[in-house]
């Protein structure tokens, strides 16, 4: 369903349209990015000699609103165990910490985090602006075997699986994601085919989580009332971790 973004990358357009954008291991790409937000994601990967490509999957993203830094990051784990919580939260370069147990939470004078499990699965909000839900998740042997990933014990390649809601989003939103939520956007990948890809590194990369020096970047900081008040209520995505719901971004 629309808005999702899932496992090597798999992203679904708020057209609804599915695409993957691969991107390149270890650089860090636009997802979305508006007069009042901007979103990159840090893709980590591996490379595979039989291909053109890295599979790749988004380990963090960088959030700027407001004149704040948000950064959600799974840690990099070699076996995994879901019961230790290897999600990483910072706030303007602070370390967040939240005590494992579902229901926790951590709230400033505009931001609200909160635990939906006891490990690994949370929601960040901004009222009037943003609902992100964050669960980290490992390749496992068997969906490695599957694909030909190639990963082994020392590291099980954690990442994010991740669900957008926007409520101010403008017209001139863009990126990766952010583009399909034009009102007049007309998909640029191959319908028909069995893994439309979605081009572009080059327009959407940036220097860092937290830059806004892409061709597409259209970020102005603090100021909330320069969008259009778009309620971006979205069909669902069920990602095969069990995240589910609107604005995904998961595994394929």
């Keep these: 369903m629309p808005g999702a973004v899932c496992q090597d990358p798999r992203f679904i357009g708020a057209d609804g349209i599915t695409f993957y954008f691969h991107g390149k291991k270890d650089k860090d790409f636009c997802l979305v990015t508006d007069n009042n937000i901007h979103i990159n994601g840090h893709f980590i990967g591996k490379r ?7 599979f790749t999957w988004v380990q963090s993203i960088g959030v700027l609103f407001d004149n704040h830094k948000l950064q959600i990051s799974a840690q990099k784990t070699s076996i995994w165990n ?28 505009t931001l609200l985090i909160t635990r939906i499990h006891d490990t690994n699965n949370i929601i ?11 669960k980290v998740v490992p390749i496992t042997k068997e969906e490695s075997r599957i694909h030909n990933y190639g990963i082994t014990d020392d590291d099980c390649f954690a990442h994010l699986d991740l669900k957008f809601k926007f409520f101010a989003l403008s017209d001139e939103v ?7 939520y034009k009102s007049d956007y007309v998909s640029k990948v191959k319908m028909g085919v069995l893994m439309p890809v979605m ?4 327009k959407f990369m940036s220097a ?7 061709s597409v ?13 778009l309620n971006m209520e979205l069909p669902s995505l069920n990602c095969q971790s069990g995240l589910n719901g609107r604005g995904v971004v998961c595994k394929k």
């Design 199 to 202: 081009g572009g590194d080059n």
């Design 48 to 54: 595979n000699k039989n291909m053109g490509r890295d």
């Design 124 to 134: 960040v909000e901004v009222e009037n602006l943003f609902k992100i839900t964050a």
């Design 208 to 214: 860092n989580s937290f830059a806004t020096d892409c």
């Design 217 to 229: 970047a259209k970020f102005k900081g603090s100021s909330r009332d320069n969008g259009s008040s």
């Design 82 to 109: 879901e019961n230790n919580d290897r999600i990483s939260i910072t706030v303007d370069g602070e370390n967040i910490y939240l005590p494992e147990y579902e229901g926790a939470n951590w709230q400033s004078s």
């Design 174 to 180: 863009d990126g990766v994601l952010g583009q399909t």
